[in-house]
Structures are given as structure tokens and as C-alpha cells.
């Protein structure tokens, strides 16, 4: 407040000034009414639509408001054959989905009300929750109101434009380009194989070198014994890993009906369905879009393990293999992917010794 | 005066630098992290959310956002955009299937309009495992050249495992901030 005159010290104010304090005093208190009534608004508007005193109430609510709106939208897309069949019948169905428009809208204001003592993971699921709901809503609309004018206004430009840069992105990158890349690069691996046994032994000088790959395998076995760096595991069906340490991390993606048995630093699992994990692992493996995997203690033997183990600091047992962390269930309770496998349906130590490489048979 | 001024008197006062360090799981963002700071990296799990650091770098004080890459969480690297100074974008060179997942982000975030004033740091980390592609050929599999040429950026080839490369990185970044920011000093 740069306010000429007497600078505040002064003990005796002129009457100019006196004026302007009691202004000032004046406009603070006016203020102060006005926000006294907008919060005494904003309280009788929160009184007004219902509130929640705990995280499950709210949840309930909500699912239960989501059940409604969604058996609506199946209702009228239940009437769907008749429309489509009679155009004339459209109209009837308008003011439905203009109804279900508005009770989503109202559950997005409810979610927004209460989001302030939600946790933020379920604030989250709910907000998605809410816009698969849109989505559905939005393709109901599309099938349901087919003599409705195309509105380019609202989302469809913008899809398109979308759409139009990813094209122009993926034009940039010249097609020789990327198959210079397959002719350059065929890292080491077993890949393209059905119904064989793989074995790959790593000599000393290359352990601590190389990283590994194992691909589209079907009814395989695969043993890999020595040290390596690196693992990626991708499109395994009906097959059985036995690998010894790895120094690095190992990445899996897309297994199905498969037994790994692997020791590493760090393992990442995406969308395997239906396979078993033996594990030593430094730190805590996680799963993401997995469903029916299972976790056990790591159990094989070969010649040497215990020593590759021990040099690749994967000699102590850390129980690691049990703390799995599943990205598709950010909550406190157990995800329903994964679980351990019960003891009395573990494997026993699977001993590999005798397999060698000449038991090769790609 | 204005909110911006302010921000950066606070921010040269402090010799302040905000990194974001981001790219595609199991790149090596945590352990590079890590390491630079001279951490243990022996147990290091896949990142749940995200691990902010500060790091005394030279002169400066880096606050190090590293965040994780999983594909369930990369809906929320958004967040973290607001005042970037520097951007790190890392890659598993050894990781040549998903190569084409990674240029899809990469090329994703680079839209993002409030990265546009960050500097860009690319590592193409994991040159000591065998069979990694070099920097450069990372570099052409990205598309770097096609990148906004506004964009102050760099690829340089890095072990999180040795330690190699990382300070190049680091050193060419932070310079290159501070020219930008600090620069009437």
C-alpha cells in the first residue's frame, strides 16, 4: 500500500489520514462480511447434497449410482433392434439417453464433491469409472441416434487431428530404416520354436556380457545355465524356463501357461495368464495386466549354481519372491492375480545338471 | 512484480534446477538416479509412483524427479510436467523390440507444450551389456532429428551399471540449463 503522507510512525495522524484509516477499516470489514456469506453459502450448498463420513459409504453410493446408470444405457440399447428397424422410433429413445447424459453428470459432481478426502487411488478408478461410462453413453449414441446431425464441434475434429499427427509421425521414420535395424541387430536367443528343448550354456568369458532373448516359444523347454546379463522373455505359451543368475533385470511379456525358474536383481511381469514363478530376486517383482500367477521360492541346481549365485549377489535367500507388487492393484489388500502356489503343489528342486547343450534338438 | 520474476529471483537465488527423468520401464531411471548421487544400487525395485532427489551438482542444486515407467503409470508423467528445466529421457539400449514403444513416447511427450522450454538429455543406457545399440544408432531408430528444432537436446551413450557416460550427461544438461536461465550472471 503505497499511501502518501506521514510515514506510520508518527504518533498523531492528520485528519486525511484518519479519513483514509477509517475507509480502509471500513473496506477490510465489508470484506470480511462477504466471504463470511459465501462460505455460509458454499456450507448450505454442501449440507444440501449428501455427504459422505467414510471412504465406503461414498464407494457404495457410487457403484451404486454406476449400476443404475449403466442398466439404463443396457435397457435402451436393449431397444435397439426396434430402432434401428423403425427410424421413426429414435426420438423415443432421445430423452432416455439424455437422461442417463445427466445422471452421469451428476455423478461426476458427486465424485468431485467428496474427492477431497478420497484417496487418491480411488479417486482415480472412479474418475475412470465415470468416463468408461461417457464411452459407453457415447457409442449408444452413435448407435442408437443414427439420424442425429454429425457435430464435427465437439469431439470428433479433434480425434481426427489426433489421429492425423500420429500418422504424420509414424510416415517420419522411413521404412528402411527399421529393417536396417532387424538386419543389424539379431541379438542372442531361441525364438520362432515349437515343441523343442533349449539349452544355452554361458561360458565364463561372455557372462558378464550379453543379454538374452526368448521369443515366440511354444511347448518348449529352455534351460539356461551359467551367468548372464539380461533376460526379455516374449510370447510364451506351454513352456518351461529354468535360467540361472542374471545380473541385470529380466523382463516378461505375454506368457501363458508356462513354469519360469529364474534368479535376478529385478523382474518385471506384464500380461502373463496362468503360469508359476519360482523366484530369487533382489528386489520386489512386480506384475502388471497379469491374471492366475502364482509365486514360489526358486529351486534349481546345476553344477556351480551356488557359486554363480553367490558372485552375482543372488546367493541369500531375500523372501523377495513373495512381495509382489501388482501395478493393476494399487490397494492395500491382496490383488486377485496373483497368489503363492500352495507348498503341497510346489516343484521339488529341479536338478539340471546332466541337460547339456548337446540335448539341443532346434 | 510478477509471479514468473519471482519464481526465477527464488529460483537464482537458490541455483535451483527441476529434472524430470522419465522413458520406458526397466530403462534405468532409478539406478542412474542412484548412482549420480553415489547410492547403492544393488536393490533397486521397479518404481511405484515416483522418488524426488536433490542432488548438490557443481554449483547448482538439482531437484531430481524420477518417475516410475511402468505402462499403467505413465497416465501420470503429466503431473510432473509443471517448471521442468530439464528433461531426461532414458532408454535400454539392449532393449531393441520395445524400441519402437519408446519412440512413441518420446515423441508423445515432446508434444506436451509446457516441456517445450526444457532442455532434452536422452541416455542411451546399458552400453556395457553386449549387443546394445550405439547412441547414434539410437538416435536414428528415435527420430531425433525430426524433434522441434527449437529444442536444446542430446544423446549420450551411459552405463547406470559402471557409472560411464552418466557426468557427460549431467554436465552437458546443467550447463545448458543454466545458460538459459541464469544467464545474466
Known sequence: MAEEGPPPSTQTLDPIAQRKHAAMLERISNHHQSRLHASAARRSASAASPSFDSVAAFLDRFSELRRSIESDLARCRGAAPAAAADICSAPAIKPELEKVSASISDLERLLAENSYFLPSYEVRSSLKAISDLKEALEVANSELLPRKKFSFRNKAPKKESATLV???????????????????????????EKGAVLVKKFRASEEDEGDFTLANLESCKVYLKGRFRALFVHRLKDCNVFAGPVLGSILIEEASNCVFMLASHQIRIHQATVADFYLRVRSRPIIEDCSGVRFAPYRLFYE???EELRVSGLGV???????????????AVQSPNWCLIPEDERLGSVNISEVTEQDNDN | MGLLSIIRKIKRKEKEMRILMVGLDNSGKTTIVLKINGEDTSVISPTLGFNIKTIKYQKYSLNVWDVGGQKTIRSYWRNYFEQTDGLVWVVDSSDVRRLDD?????HNLLKEERLSGASLLIFANKQDIQGALKPAEIAKVLNLDAMDKTRHWKIVGCSAYTGEGLLEGFDWLVQDIASRIYLLE
Request: net charge negative; with cysteine; aromatic share 8%.
Open chain 1, 166 to 192: 500420429k500418422e504424420i509421425d509414424e510416415r517420419k521414420v522411413p521404412d528402411e530404416e527399421k529393417s536396417n535395424l532387424a538386419v543389424v541387430r539379431d541379438t542372442p536367443g531361441f525364438r520362432n
Open chain 2, 102 to 106: 519408446c519412440r512413441a513416447e518420446l
Open chain 1, 304 to 306: 556351480g549354481i551356488d
Open chain 1, 317 to 331: 535367500e531375500t523372501e523377495n519372491w513373495a512381495n509382489v507388487d501388482d501395478f493393476k492393484w494399487l490397494r
